[in-house]
């Protein structure tokens, strides 16, 4: 995701007015509103999510004095689950901070953390999504070459190093189109939340996280609604799974990583029930091939794409043979994109 300012010696306008444009949307043409007018909920588009941010940072007491044009460009395809709001809300966040951060202001002392924190807080109280707090954290905090570890109920985290020679990270795009903020994403949170009330009848926990696998096992019959259980039980396996995967990336084991991402996926498709025909048909052709050592939805589900690790030598047979099979089975082509991890935000100046 990329900003420019409209000029390069005046970035911020002398007036309250705040004027979008995305370069992704052209036929959207700019979207003009006030520092006055910004109101949650409403139906806004694209523009809703930096919006949202500059609201956000209202909320916050990082009060925006003075308007700006701001022109938009992303290589992340919408509506593919790869978190392109998350990543708009985090770099809207960075232009405020740089644009209005002067020495000495609170708007200078907002952290890359509590960015993804407005973020998040935009995307529920605004534009009406109940997210967690994960893809603004990725996208605020990204460190190159390595995982994030991130305990979202106390927002401790570390860094977890991805060491991939020989092996590529390849996005498999479904192309089938989501809107979580349409699907049942918020469901899921508020069956989560009343399978974990049902446990809290007999157990003094404040999460389906803190509870083991054992934990669960011996009391699940506490929820009495049994597809709560079943996405209480997704919450709980794939949060020790998420520990596991921890201890496999830092002894270096990307085999058993890899592994522990098929099952994700399957908990996904069965328990919590996320995941959709398109990307199911990506993974299970992915663990086809040998050269293969694991593949999963990634994002909110519902559609979007799958994240897969590939050998080097098997990424030509990926791509062709998945791209086959799914064009056969589902009628339109996926795309596929190789990506690296990179780091968080940050600021590009042209030498002159």
Same mark, same amino acid.
């Given at each position: 995701?990329?900003?420019?300012?409209?000029?390069?010696?005046?970035?911020?306008?002398?007036?309250?007015?705040?004027?979008?444009?995305?370069?992704?949307?052209?036929?959207?043409?700019?979207?003009?509103?006030?520092?006055?007018?910004?109101?949650?909920?409403?139906?806004?588009?694209?523009?809703?999510?930096?919006?949202?941010?500059?609201?956000?940072?209202?909320?916050?007491?990082?009060?925006?004095?003075?308007?700006?044009?701001?022109?938009?460009?992303?290589?992340?395809?919408?509506?593919?689950?790869?978190?392109?709001?998350?990543?708009?809300?985090?770099?809207?966040?960075?232009?405020?901070?740089?644009?209005?951060?002067?020495?000495?202001?609170?708007?200078?002392? #907002? &952290?890359?953390?509590? %960015?993804?924190?407005?973020?998040?807080? /935009?995307?529920?109280?605004?534009?009406?999504?109940? +997210?967690?707090?994960?893809?603004?954290?990725?996208?605020?905090?990204?460190?190159?070459?390595?995982?994030?570890?991130?305990?979202?109920?106390?927002?401790?985290?570390?860094?977890?190093?991805?060491?991939?020679?020989?092996?590529?990270?390849?996005?498999?795009?479904?192309?089938?189109?989501?809107?979580?903020?349409?699907?049942?994403?918020?469901?899921?949170?508020?069956?989560?939340?009343?399978?974990?009330?049902?446990?809290?009848?007999?157990?003094?926990?404040?999460?389906?996280?803190?509870?083991?696998?054992?934990?669960?096992?011996?009391?699940?019959?506490?929820?009495?609604?049994?597809?709560?259980?079943?996405?209480?039980?997704?919450?709980?396996?794939?949060?020790?799974?998420?520990?596991?995967?921890?201890?496999?990336?830092?002894?270096?084991?990307? #085999? &058993?990583?890899?592994? %522990?991402?098929?099952?994700?996926?399957? /908990?996904?498709?069965?328990?919590?029930?996320?995941? +959709?025909?398109?990307?199911?048909?990506?993974?299970?052709?992915?663990?086809?091939?040998?050269?293969?050592?694991?593949?999963?939805?990634?994002?909110?589900?519902?559609?979007?794409?799958?994240?897969?690790?590939?050998?080097?030598?098997?990424?030509?047979?990926?791509?062709?043979?998945?791209?086959?099979?799914?064009?056969?089975?589902?009628?339109?082509?996926?795309?596929?994109?190789?990506?690296?991890?990179?780091?968080?935000?940050?600021?590009?100046?042209?030498?002159?």
């Amino acid at each position: 995701m990329f900003f420019r300012a409209r000029s390069v010696w005046e970035p911020k306008r002398n007036d309250r007015k705040v004027r979008l444009y995305s370069a992704n949307f052209p036929n959207a043409g700019v979207t003009e509103t006030s520092l006055d007018e910004l109101v949650p909920l409403e139906k806004a588009g694209w523009a809703g999510y930096p919006k949202g941010v500059i609201w956000a940072f209202d909320q916050r007491g990082y009060t925006v004095e003075n308007g700006f044009d701001m022109v938009i460009y992303g290589d992340i395809p919408a509506g593919a689950g790869l978190s392109s709001s998350a990543s708009l809300e985090v770099l809207t966040g960075f232009v405020l901070r740089s644009l209005f951060g002067e020495e000495g202001s609170r708007i200078a002392s #907002v &952290t890359n953390e509590e %960015l993804a924190l407005i973020g998040q807080q /935009s995307e529920n109280e605004y534009n009406g999504m109940h +997210c967690g707090i994960m893809d603004q954290f990725a996208s605020a905090m990204g460190k190159e070459g390595n995982a994030i570890f991130l305990d979202t109920n106390t927002m401790q985290f570390e860094y977890a190093p991805i060491e991939l020679d020989g092996m590529k990270l390849m996005i498999t795009n479904t192309n089938k189109k989501h809107s979580l903020v349409d699907s049942e994403y918020n469901l899921r949170r508020e069956q989560c939340r009343r399978a974990l009330k049902d446990l809290q009848t007999k157990l003094p926990v404040k999460t389906l996280g803190d509870l083991s696998i054992g934990e669960f096992e011996a009391n699940k019959l506490l929820i009495t609604d049994e597809v709560c259980r079943k996405r209480a039980k997704h919450a709980v396996y794939e949060n020790q799974r998420t520990i596991r995967a921890v201890a496999a990336l830092k002894a270096g084991d990307i #085999v &058993t990583f890899g592994k %522990l991402m098929n099952e994700s996926h399957v /908990s996904l498709r069965d328990d919590y029930e996320t995941s +959709c025909r398109e990307a199911d048909i990506l993974a299970e052709e992915a663990w086809k091939i040998p050269g293969v050592l694991g593949s999963r939805i990634t994002g909110g589900g519902f559609g979007g794409c799958t994240v897969s690790i590939v050998k080097d030598e098997a990424a030509d047979e990926f791509k062709e043979k998945i791209g086959a099979v799914y064009l056969k089975k589902v009628g339109y082509p996926a795309s596929f994109y190789m990506l690296q991890i990179g780091s968080g935000p940050r600021e590009f100046t042209k030498e002159k």
